[in-house]
């Protein structure tokens, strides 16, 4: 069971192109969450989908995108990045949202746009 | 806008000590709070949470205190070791979205 994964590792990405950073899960999570981390910033939220065909807008969501096709993938779309862009991304998941469940994080994406 | 903060960047410890590490929160309507660790190059890892109808909670080596009269939250790491340096963040769920609101971060140094 490889829990939550996502791709690339880290990706260096000239100003103005798109980019895609993958997520996966398989623990059958229904609520999942994009967030990024900035220094002394702490983990701030994207996007989040509450389950497969919805998808919200939380604290940072300008120049992002998310689609939630299925249950076990959340990719989060740069359409056009720029430097301020450049954090690094976690991907999470949690059981549901009717009440707090855990949130496990993957392991994260570090994005450089230059 | 609510938020929820640190009062110290950095604690440094020796091996062996406890270590206490605070939140200030400033959300009355939150109702869960939980302490995550992330080591170096990973994501947050759960550690232990709390709902606001308890003050205390202990886990394996773990105590979180919420003291709700002064939105207080702290995190004790009894014995504290090596393996026990990251940066821990408190997060906070409010209201009815369910979503998490995290904290800054402290950066925990075990000295051996």
């Known amino acids: 069971i490889a829990g939550i994964t996502q791709a690339p590792t880290s990706q260096i990405l000239a100003a103005g192109r798109r980019m895609t950073l993958r997520c996966t899960q398989d623990?059958?999570?229904?609520?999942m969450y994009w967030y990024r981390q900035d220094l002394g910033l702490g983990l701030r939220l994207i996007h989040y989908?509450?389950?497969?065909?919805?998808?919200g807008k939380g604290e940072v969501p300008d120049g992002y995108s998310v689609s939630r096709a299925n249950t076990d993938d959340f990719p989060l779309t740069l359409a056009s990045a720029v430097p301020s862009q450049t954090s690094v991304y976690f991907c999470?998941?949690?059981?549901?949202?009717?009440?707090?469940?855990?949130?496990?994080f993957g392991p994260g994406t570090r994005l450089t746009v230059l | 806008g609510e938020s929820v903060g640190l009062h110290l960047p950095t604690l440094s410890v020796q091996e062996g000590d406890n270590s206490i590490i605070n939140c200030a929160y400033s959300?009355?309507?939150?109702?869960?709070f939980i302490w995550y660790k992330q080591e170096s190059g990973k994501g947050p890892q759960f550690i232990i949470d709390?709902?606001?109808?308890?003050d205390k909670r202990q886990g394996q080596r773990v105590t979180v205190l919420l003291n709700k009269t002064v939105k207080h939250l702290s995190l004790q790491i009894a014995a504290t070791q090596p393996g026990d340096s990251a940066v821990y963040f408190c997060?906070?769920?409010?209201?009815?979205?369910?979503?998490?609101?995290f904290g800054k971060g402290t950066l925990l140094t075990v000295n051996p």
């Open positions: 999470a998941s949690a059981t549901g949202t009717v009440s707090y469940n855990e949130q496990f």
């Open positions: 623990m059958r999570h229904n609520a």
């Open positions: 959300n009355s309507a939150s109702d869960y």
């Open positions: 989908s509450n389950t497969a065909g919805t998808t």
């Open positions: 997060a906070e769920i409010g209201g009815s979205n369910y979503k998490l609101t």
């Open positions: 709390i709902r606001s109808n308890m």
